[in-house]
């Protein structure tokens, strides 16, 4: 099984790319047989246009091995930071470049992260927007990283203990719970009932 770790912000050495590096290294620890890390750091995929769907050289050269990628995957975790109470621009592109036949009818897990007691926003704006024509199949269960400079460090003298605990316990519970999605949705792919040249788009 291979899961890809999409971190969605476009700061080097951003928190969310903290968080983002913790859950790859979980899912290592016996969840999925590889866990893959894509990070929008630096924005390195240019703002969508035209071109993505005629066809045009310079967006297959650019998008066909990241395509290759996501279609090999059985899962997805979405890491999304709260940016003035919104996802960032990189990561709605994201999905704007992407769509079904990568993340279609596959599962994923948002893990929303937040510098204060927010987070709530990225959740919300996932959920009612970048699963339509993509039919990416949020998990009910979600991920809220509240003050997140205080959790999850390397260096635990930086973690707050008693919520570095909250986390570290509740992310790979979590991650095993979309691993069972992964499996079960392999069944309904296998089934051949999503498969349609009638319904590009979704309602």
């Not at 003050?147 to 570290?168: G, K, S, T």
Request: proline share 4%.
């Amino acid at each position: 099984m291979r899961i890809t770790v999409i971190s969605g912000s476009h700061r080097n050495e951003a928190q969310s790319l903290k968080v983002a590096r913790f859950i790859k290294r979980e899912l290592e620890n016996g969840i999925c047989d590889e866990a893959v890390l894509f990070s929008l750091a630096d924005n390195p995929l240019p703002l969508w246009d035209m071109g993505v769907w005629e066809g045009e050289e310079k967006w297959s050269v650019l998008l066909d091995p990241i395509r290759e990628g996501l279609a090999d995957s059985d899962a997805f975790v979405v890491v999304s930071p709260e940016w003035h109470g919104q996802v960032p621009a990189g990561l709605k592109n994201f999905f704007l470049l992407f769509g079904k036949k990568e993340l279609g009818d596959k599962p994923a897990l948002i893990v929303a992260v937040s510098a204060g007691d927010g987070g709530a926003y990225p959740v919300a704006e996932l959920r009612m927007s970048s699963y339509k024509n993509s039919r990416l199949c949020y998990i009910p269960e979600q991920v809220i990283v509240r003050n997140v400079e205080q959790v999850l460090n390397d260096d635990e003298a930086q973690n707050r203990e008693e919520a570095d605990a909250y986390f570290r316990a509740r992310i790979p519970w979590a991650l095993k719970i979309l691993r069972e999605y992964a499996l079960a949705l392999r069944q309904v792919r296998k089934s051949g009932v999503t498969q349609t040249d009638t319904f590009h788009n979704g309602m």
